[in-house]
């Protein structure tokens, strides 16, 4: 929650003083908690209790917005008593029009246009990591956990209670949070970090209590303090959550196939424990976990050399992930990191040879269990230690005879990650160590996979001026290991491409058995305190850094800068609300200094008065050298690009909204090089329980020079491409259901159609042609010869006989998702899982896009479907 409401109380008032009201002041920001009997309180939500008159009272809260600086516009008072078990929050939110309060019941967690009563809790006092409760008057609950300061982590999930009432007077909330789901030092008396926020949906209003400035350059830091609490002890704690789970898939039988019979039981147990170590660290395990209940991936096509990036969804890696977090600099964005959860578990990356038979597909690779330790000590340490491993996976074989096999297609792996990090100043300055390393027990067969793979960085993070000014950076270093073949391989994958013929720089040995590399960045910037903000910084990557088995890389061999200034106006004037402009500018050189890129934009995002809203921006992209586009050939020249986007949005706080988004490529010197896209959502909430979306988007993609193959051709190494047309269709439909705030029906679905046909082939002549045309041999129909079934070989020597077989590259990809799945919170951390899993997808090499044509193909298509129940029970000692 970005924007939350926190709320600053101040007082030095002792506990024995009776409904004392606590000011705040720009300079002070206390509250005092008073302890109260062990059954003082009855969560009602009613703060009727005589616990909360004893408690001093918490006021003065302060608008963030719409009007920053300005007094709240209806009054919020809150209170705080403590037992010795769980700290107890009471608010009173004050509104002088009850029947316009807003509650949407939705599924816990999820952000919705409510008015909503939060708390914050920076129960470790480092001025950095938070606890985030809040709850609104359907009774539905949010936590989040906050790190670094302004960062959120959305999944995290304790175990705490909260009652909500209403009446004439407005609304109350009552809280109860355990002192189990928070983490704080062994001493006798305690100092939290500590805030109370509002929102007022129908005035888009948000209250603070210490108000968090929106040109502040942190979030935590900013807050109050909580003081009183004594006596308390950090309490043992252990979980445990045990599961069970079985599941029925029906499938597509295949007649003959031992493996497709159509239908496939399963049942099994496993469970999660967590165990406080000491005051500050806990131990977290799963065994023999499934995340069944997890939504599928969306459906893509991918053309490019790399892979696609999905984020994680598993609970079991998403809850603390900000522990074993190692992102790679700022130009590569937040997806390239040393650590990459989704590495454990993945797809075998082996397959089983059917020997004329047939082999069993497997889909997944299973964790057998893993652990992690993390937490902070009272010196300022952070330290998190994470294991898994995952087991051999065999596909079985039944060859044409009848005989059975089983053909390894993932070996048994070991993954390990660590991190200590320390911080100085009050956690204005972090420095921290990480490290990750995956053992795979090969089979002969799985050779080309790396047997050993290890990667260790030191970050660093120094803020000054009053927290507005910031020095940033790591520097990583990388270690793999394995056959000849695996490391071969290595060397000529997409990332690097070490057996380019242009290639005139570094070495290419294809019988080494070891890479090593490294990667770097530094950073400076302004984040905070006025209106401008800038960053700028260098990245480097070396030809042999590379840490694809447990994290997330792209290219590398490459230097880089990049610049980036940002002006916002953020005090509401006659038209916007909000408008922010950005410049960016970046360039980068392979280690052969050639340069790769070059590019800039100006964007700008706004908001009116009426909470409507847009975003657009130009971006230009000058010529530079491609090294991947051949797959390992030479460099080609990339023409210059001009693209630019657009959208706005409406008030998100309507029954009724949408989202429009448009955007446009078009590149230099090329006839036909270009796309654009349009995509929209359309969110309907007819009912306060009930939240539906729609989110079509078209794509156009029309591409000059899309590779196709390269081979030895006549006595020389030949690249082929081909000009493509492509369209693309894709929608998210997404409702849920809310019965209960602890009993919801969530729907998923995901139809896709992607097609796309070439129409012209050709190969690369002189790929650093200064002309885009000079580049090419373009073949014209004596060089062509139409093959059965569509497809297309070439006579380059113009004798009559194919030389290569193109096939038929067109193609036609549809796919259908979805996941429906209804969770029941039966009693505090326990809940009941029924999912029902569909699929369906359908290919061919006809090319065109016939929408109507294309969808009833899909819907005529064979389907899968997964029913699945899943129980599990949460245990607290």
Do not use: C
């Amino acid at each position: 929650m970005a924007a939350w409401g926190f709320a600053a109380w101040t007082s030095l008032a002792g506990a024995q003083q009776q409904s004392t009201r606590i000011e705040t002041t720009s300079l002070m920001a206390l509250a005092r908690a008073v302890r109260a009997a062990p059954d003082a309180v009855r969560l009602d939500g009613r703060l009727d209790d005589a616990t909360w008159r004893n408690a001093p009272a918490i006021a003065d809260f302060t608008q963030r917005d719409p009007n920053e600086g300005q007094p709240g516009t209806e009054r919020t008072e809150a209170h705080v008593v403590y037992t010795d078990d769980a700290i107890y929050i009471g608010v009173r939110a004050f509104d002088s029009q009850p029947d316009r309060i807003t509650a949407q019941l939705t599924r816990r967690d999820v952000d919705s246009p409510s008015d909503w009563i939060g708390v914050v809790i920076d129960s470790y006092r480092d001025r950095r990591t938070a606890f985030e409760f809040a709850v609104n008057p359907a009774g539905v609950k949010r936590d989040v956990y906050w790190y670094d300061d302004s960062n959120t982590d959305n999944s995290w999930d304790a175990v705490w209670d909260v009652a909500v009432s209403r009446d004439a007077e407005g609304w109350t909330a009552e809280f109860r949070i355990p002192f189990s789901q928070l983490r704080f030092a062994e001493t006798e008396e305690h100092q939290f970090g500590f805030d109370v926020y509002r929102k007022i949906a129908r005035l888009n209003e948000l209250q603070q209590w210490k108000l968090i400035p929106k040109n502040a350059s942190g979030t935590i830091s900013q807050m109050g303090d909580l003081t009183g609490i004594r006596g308390i002890r950090p309490p043992r704690r252990l979980e445990v959550l045990p599961y069970t789970v079985g599941s029925t898939a029906y499938r597509p039988s295949e007649a003959g196939n031992p493996f497709r019979t159509g239908t496939d039981r399963r049942a099994t147990v496993g469970g999660d424990v967590k165990v406080g170590i000491g005051s500050n660290l806990t131990l977290q395990a799963t065994i023999n976990p499934d995340f069944g209940q997890v939504e599928a991936d969306p459906a893509q096509v991918n053309l490019s050399a790399f892979e696609n990036y999905f984020s994680e969804r598993r609970p079991f890696f998403t809850e603390g992930s900000d522990v074993f977090r190692f992102a790679l600099g700022g130009g590569d964005g937040n997806s390239q990191g040393l650590f990459y959860s989704r590495r454990i578990g993945r797809a075998p990356q082996g397959s089983a040879d059917p020997r004329g038979g047939y082999a069993q597909d497997v889909a997944q690779t299973r964790i057998i269990g893993a652990t992690k330790l993390s937490g902070k000590t009272r010196g300022g340490w952070t330290i998190g230690l994470l294991g898994a491993e995952t087991a051999r996976e065999n596909a079985a074989v039944v060859d044409s005879a009848g005989a059975r096999h089983a053909d390894a297609v993932e070996p048994r792996s070991t993954y390990l990650v660590g991190r200590v990090a320390r911080e100085y100043r009050g956690g204005k300055t972090r420095v921290g160590i990480f490290a990750t390393g995956v053992d795979r027990a090969l089979t002969p067969n799985l050779d080309f996979l790396r047997r050993d793979a290890y990667a260790g960085g030191l970050d660093w993070n120094h803020r000054f001026r009053h927290d507005t000014y910031y020095f940033s950076g790591f520097f990583a270093v990388s270690d793999v290991r394995g056959s000849a073949n695996a490391i071969n391989l290595t060397q000529r994958s997409s990332a690097r491409y070490f057996q380019r013929p242009d290639r005139d720089y570094g070495s290419y040995d294809s019988t080494r058995t070891a890479l090593s590399g490294f990667g770097g960045n530094v950073s400076v910037g302004k984040n905070g305190g006025g209106d401008w903000r800038f960053s700028t910084g260098i990245d480097t990557r070396s030809p042999g850094f590379e840490v694809n088995d447990a994290g997330f890389q792209g290219s590398v061999d490459w230097h880089g800068q990049y610049f980036w200034l940002n002006r916002r106006w953020q005090k509401p004037g006659k038209v916007f609300r909000f408008f922010g402009a950005n410049i960016n500018e970046w360039s980068n050189y392979d280690y052969g200094w050639d340069r790769t890129s070059l590019g800039g934009n100006v964007n700008f995002n706004f908001k009116f008065l009426n909470y409507w809203g847009g975003f657009g921006g130009v971006n230009r992209n000058w010529r530079s050298l491609g090294r991947e586009a051949l797959r390992g050939g030479p460099a080609i020249v990339r023409p210059g690009a001009w693209n630019g986007w657009v959208g706005f949005y409406t008030d998100d706080r309507k029954p009724l909204y949408f989202f429009l988004n448009g955007w446009f490529f078009r590149q230099d010197d090329t006839r036909n090089t270009r796309s654009a896209g349009i995509s929209t959502e359309v969110v309907w909430r007819p009912a306060a329980n009930i939240d539906l979306s729609w989110s079509p988007g078209l794509e156009w993609h029309s591409d000059d020079w899309q590779y196709l193959a390269d081979a030895d051709v006549l006595g020389q190494r030949t690249y082929f491409f081909g000009g493509l047309r492509q369209t693309t269709l894709g929608m998210h439909f997404r409702g849920n259901i809310t019965v209960t705030p602890t009993l919801t029906l969530q729907i998923w679905a995901q139809p896709f159609v992607s097609a796309g046909r070439y129409v012209d082939y050709k190969r690369v002549s002189n790929p650093r042609a200064a002309r885009f045309d000079d580049r090419w041999d373009v073949f014209g129909t004596d060089r062509l010869i139409a093959n059965a079934g569509g497809g297309v070989s070439v006579d380059l020597d113009r004798d009559g006989t194919a030389d290569y077989d193109l096939g038929n590259p067109d193609f036609t990809y549809l796919s259908f998702r979805s996941n429906t799945v209804l969770r029941w919170e039966y009693r505090p951390g326990s809940t009941i899982f029924l999912v029902w899993q569909h699929g369906r997808s359908d290919g061919s090499s006809d090319g065109r896009f016939q929408l109507s044509q294309n969808l009833g193909d899909l819907f005529a298509a064979p389907s899968s479907n997964t029913i699945m129940l899943k129980v599990n029970y949460w245990i607290s000692f």
